[in-house]
């Protein structure tokens, strides 16, 4: 984690690459975790966690369950705010 104003110090040349590494790096974590799944996955169902298919998940009811989270933290106006700007993306 940087702060915009040490990025923005950087010539643009620096910047270009230092996006472009962080990029790389990112999907390279994101991969290796990917690997490792099945291996989490088969430790926690025998320490005994049971795991639903995605399919068989209520997602519906799980965002609704979720929502008094937000309440809670007191952050649900923030919240909305970000739905509505991912809904403004489509």
């Known amino acids: ?3 915009a ?3 923005d110090s950087l010539p643009e040349e620096y910047q270009k690459i230092l996006v472009e590494e962080c990029d790389r790096a ?4 994101s991969y290796a975790m990917e690997e ?3 291996d989490y996955r088969r430790r926690a169902e ?4 049971t795991i639903i298919p995605t399919e068989e998940i209520d997602i519906e009811a799980f965002k ?3 929502k008094a989270a937000y309440e809670v933290l007191g952050i649900a106006e923030v919240r909305e705010q970000i739905l509505k ?6």
Do not use: D, V
């Open 26 to 29: 990112g999907l390279e974590t």
């Open 46 to 49: 025998e320490k005994g966690m």
């Open 36 to 38: 490792q799944i099945p």
């Open 5 to 7: 104003k040490w990025f």
């Open 1 to 3: 984690m940087i702060s």
């Open 64 to 66: 609704e369950a979720g």
């Open 85 to 90: 700007e991912l809904e403004a993306m489509k």
